[in-house]
């Protein structure tokens, strides 16, 4: 350390990583300490007289934050004071009294000499401002004998306990937060029970499938009966154990159709959790409706994760509403079932969900807080250079935004962004009354703490807002107005930003910020940014190659080639000659220029360290060929084992599953650290990084595809914080995309005409009609649209009604279960008694005479110009259809049919 303070710090962490005796620790911390304050000082007196390098305090700081955080029980007096002397060279003179509260500090250094090795603010702005990153997080120190990788959270814990409780449970929390633990954990709670439940997963794409299904069979073993098997995979293309398994691992679409098939409910008896992955769909336009049918339609308890629900209380209640349905329903038929064995009848066969302890409480967990803060950064290009403009969230902001909405629920600062909001609001308004409440030295929170933590932090973070609010609502619109504009990055005009794509990518491996993952919504754009970026580093390493490196590359390679062919040549001779000598010598011997050759080959073909992305040391060679030779047939394997030897990828859904998981497997490794995708990563797919860029704009980067695909972004335990860049997107698009909430879940239409026909067949031909049954009236009650909705209810009622006649008229059944036969006749009844009341009424304002005379076909129907400015569409009522045969009252619909639309037009007109 005494030589150089970066490796020795750097390899003090790693030795207090491996490290296992707290006393070594707190020793190890205490050396660190006194090494960064002999360099503090050596700095000071040197170079730092005219500027300081903070990086050394902010390690001095790190090293105490450290020590009075996790060792407060080992400090002796030496090493408070140690401690204090340090606080007092960085000019933080009241947290050193607080140390030594009996002795003058300013005895130690000499008045004169503060200002040599001060850091020329007050403590709280210090560590804001540049060790933000280190604040400390509420973590839990006791272990949980459930978990044995990690110190799980409070809220990981109250995961934990649902799951042994058998519950539901709704999640939210960020992306990379470790909600997915309580998936497996409940996965093994299954496993360990019985060989016969099952626990099915469910995720929004095939990519996920693959990747849980990889995860579920590395970390679960269990022995299974013949025929049996520990993971099963269900997608449209593919199918693998799926109702031979415990953990069946599938896509909505599929789960839908084995829950609907007749004959499978034996099957289905058998589950005892479903998680739902990314369980916001639900509120997509495409497939939302299936998501709706497999939370109404499941008996068991469930898990529903989600990083993006804006209104979680509602979709909570919702599923607790089903939840005593069901509760309701089992209550039922637990009473069918007794009275059933008191008849001496045989009890029916869905013993299995009554048998299982379940609650049909569903809790809301929410967790609202990232590890690591996320930054945004404007990129522009400037002669042909790239740059980047940090983005302060508040600049997103307007007045009127403010005022009505106030700040979004979303929306974070992190700390430095604090002190940039605190600085310029203190700028423009320089009577501004609690500005010296809400200076960082004298905030209630920081004020004389050597140790901030992350929840002082927030508490400061929401002071700063709310005091915003109030200059926006108590008349301070102008001083308001100017603190956003002044937040707001320089606007900076940028061409060609395609081509600049490369220039990017390089920019930010200078700067550290890779691995990254490079958004694109054009499938086309994907392949050929990945492929520009491979371009560049080609030209770029055959700019530095000599001028005769491809000619001695060649004439090496034409060595080799005949030393080949003379040594297969050489094993042929016969044993006889083999065993001459001189002929054995050669051999070695050309074996030996054999070897040389090929180094040389390698050498001169090996590819500079800043020529690729690719990190050499994060896979073995070996590993490394077998994912490559997992491609060798496939359509696109060649390019992409070239651009992964680069370490660079692509990844988005036209790819096939082998190919997707090369670059997903290579990037969690470390060996590719630069991946241009499409929104296929932004569901789920495990593929975490320091820094997310979106670089193409698309009507499909919306709010909620925003934050999935920024919570990549900053790897818990791996980097300090995580940065996002927007690369070719409109300032007015980011300003939206930050500022936006992401759209409530309020259901999509739920029924289809195919919908109710399978539904219909689950009710005649289950294999336990009475279940069978329930889930049906779940599905056509329980619709999240409709919920606390009776308009919306007695829509999708009428809709479900239409659908049965047309079903039955169209030959599609024939036989209706006896409920839906009843509410359908019941149905036709009334129509018909409304419509003979309507022809009533009209048949009094007829006249009678004249209509007599005239028969139907021959009434004159006067003609109407046509409007094309505002379509017309009359109101014609819905004619019943018996289900048993046709009605004679098809002339008197037609004739009321014909009258209403003349009725309409002539009140239109």
């Not at 080992?74 to 002795?103: H, K, N, V, W």
């Not at 497996?184 to 469910?202: A, H, Q, T």
């Amino acid at each position: 350390m005494k030589e150089n303070l970066n490796s020795g710090i750097k390899n003090l962490e790693d030795f207090l990583k491996s490290c296992k005796s707290s006393s070594v620790k707190f020793r190890v911390e205490m050396v660190g300490i006194t090494a960064c304050l002999r360099a503090w000082k050596e700095h000071c007196r040197g170079e730092g007289e005219t500027t300081k390098d903070l990086s050394i305090a902010v390690q001095m700081m790190k090293r105490i934050y450290s020590v009075m955080e996790k060792y407060p029980e080992l400090l002796q007096e030496a090493d408070r004071q140690l401690i204090a002397r340090c606080l007092s060279y960085l000019g933080f003179e009241e947290l050193a009294s607080s140390l030594r509260p009996t002795q003058v500090t300013g005895n130690d250094i000499k008045e004169k000499k503060k200002n040599k090795y001060s850091v020329g603010i007050g403590p709280a702005r210090f560590l804001l401002q540049y060790m933000g990153h280190y604040l400390v997080r509420d973590e839990r120190k006791d272990p949980d004998p459930r978990v044995q990788d990690f110190i799980p959270d409070t809220w990981q814990r109250e995961l934990l306990d649902v799951v042994d409780k058998n519950e539901s449970a709704v999640i939210v929390a960020p992306t990379s937060s470790g909600k997915t633990y309580a998936s497996y954990y409940c996965m093994e709670k299954v496993l360990r029970e019985s060989d016969n439940g099952v626990v099915v997963y469910v995720a929004p794409t095939k990519a996920l499938v693959n990747q849980v299904a990889a995860t579920v069979e590395n970390r679960f073993n269990k022995n299974l009966p013949n025929g049996e098997s520990l993971c099963g995979v269900f997608t449209r293309d593919y199918r693998h154990e799926a109702l031979n398994s415990q953990v069946l691992i599938t896509v909505p679409a599929c789960f839908e159709i084995l829950l609907l098939a007749p004959h499978r409910q034996a099957w289905v008896k058998r589950i005892r959790y479903v998680i739902f992955d990314e369980v916001h769909c639900l509120g997509g336009e495409i497939g939302a409706e299936v998501w709706e049918h497999l939370l109404v339609m499941i008996r068991c308890p469930f898990l529903a994760l989600s990083a993006t629900i804006s209104n979680p209380e509602h979709l909570t209640e919702w599923l607790q509403s089903v939840k005593r349905y069901w509760q309701q329903t089992e209550s039922t038929m637990e009473k069918n079932i007794a009275s059933s064995r008191n008849a001496g009848c045989r009890a029916s066969s869905h013993q299995d969900y009554l048998l299982m302890k379940q609650s049909y409480k569903v809790r809301l967990v929410l967790y609202a807080e990232r590890y690591n803060d996320l930054e945004k950064h404007i990129c522009s290009v400037n002669n042909h250079d790239i740059s980047f403009d940090h983005f302060h969230p508040c600049a997103a902001l307007t007045t009127d935004h403010i005022e009505k909405f106030g700040f979004p629920s979303d929306l974070t600062l992190s700390p430095r962004e604090m002190i940039q909001l605190y600085d310029t609001m203190f700028e423009f308004w320089e009577s501004w009354p609690r500005a010296q409440e809400l200076c960082p030295e004298e905030f209630v929170h920081f004020k004389n703490k050597i140790v901030i933590r992350k929840t002082d932090a927030r508490k400061y973070e929401e002071s700063l807002k709310a005091e915003l609010t109030g200059w926006v609502r108590s008349g301070h619109v102008k001083e308001a107005r100017m603190v956003l504009r002044n937040l707001r990055p320089p606007v900076v005009s940028s061409e060609n930003m395609t081509v600049m794509f490369p220039f990017l990518v390089e920019k930010l491996r200078q700067m550290e910020k890779l691995p990254a993952l490079f958004f694109l919504f054009n499938l086309g754009d994907v392949e050929k940014s990945a492929e520009s970026v491979k371009t560049f580093l080609e030209r770029k390493q055959q700019s530095r190659r000599p001028l005769k490196a491809d000619k001695e590359a060649c004439d090496m390679e034409n060595k080799l080639r005949k030393l080949r062919k003379s040594l297969e040549t050489q094993k042929t001779v016969d044993k006889r000659s083999q065993k001459n000598p001189r002929k054995m010598d050669q051999s070695l011997i050309r074996g030996a220029e054999h070897d040389n050759l090929l180094k040389s080959l390698e050498k001169n073909l090996e590819i500079p360290q800043d020529c690729t992305y690719a990190d050499q040391k994060a896979i073995d060679a070996e590993t490394l060929q077998r994912v490559f030779d997992r491609v060798k047939f496939s359509r696109k394997g060649t390019k992409l084992k070239a651009l992964a030897a680069r370490g660079i990828g692509y990844h988005h859904s036209s790819l096939s599953a082998k190919e997707k998981q090369l670059v997903e497997i290579l990037f969690r490794k470390g060996f590719i650290r630069v991946v241009t995708a499409t929104g296929t990563l932004a569901l789920g797919i495990n593929m975490p990084c320091k820094s997310v860029v979106f670089a193409q704009n698309s009507v499909y980067l919306d709010a909620l595809n925003y934050r999935q695909m920024s919570g990549r972004a900053g790897r818990r335990g791996q980097d300090l914080g995580g940065d996002v860049y927007f690369f070719d997107i409109p300032l007015p698009k980011i300003e939206k995309l930050i500022k936006s909430n992401v759209p409530e879940l309020r259901g999509q239409f739920p029924l289809s005409i195919s919908l109710v026909l399978r539904l219909m067949l689950l009710a005649s031909k289950g294999d336990d009609p009475e279940d069978a049954k329930a889930k049906v009236l779940s599905v056509l009650k329980h619709s999240l649209l409709s919920f606390k909705q009776p308009r919306a209810l007695e829509m999708l009622k009428l809709y479900f009604l239409f659908s049965l006649q047309f079903l039955v008229k169209e030959v599609f059944l024939e036989d209706l279960p006896e409920d839906f036969k009843a509410a359908l006749d019941e149905y036709n009844t009334n129509v018909t008694k409304d419509f003979a009341s309507f022809l009533l009424i009209v048949s009094k304002l007829a006249d009678m005479k004249q209509e007599h005379q005239l028969p139907l076909s021959k009434i004159a129907i006067p003609s109407i110009p046509v409007i094309s400015v505002i379509p017309i569409i009359p109101i014609i009522p819905s004619i019943p259809i018996s289900t048993s045969a046709s009605t004679s009252l098809y002339p008197f619909h037609l004739y009321l049919s014909l009258s209403l639309c003349h009725f309409h037009l002539c009140l239109y007109l």
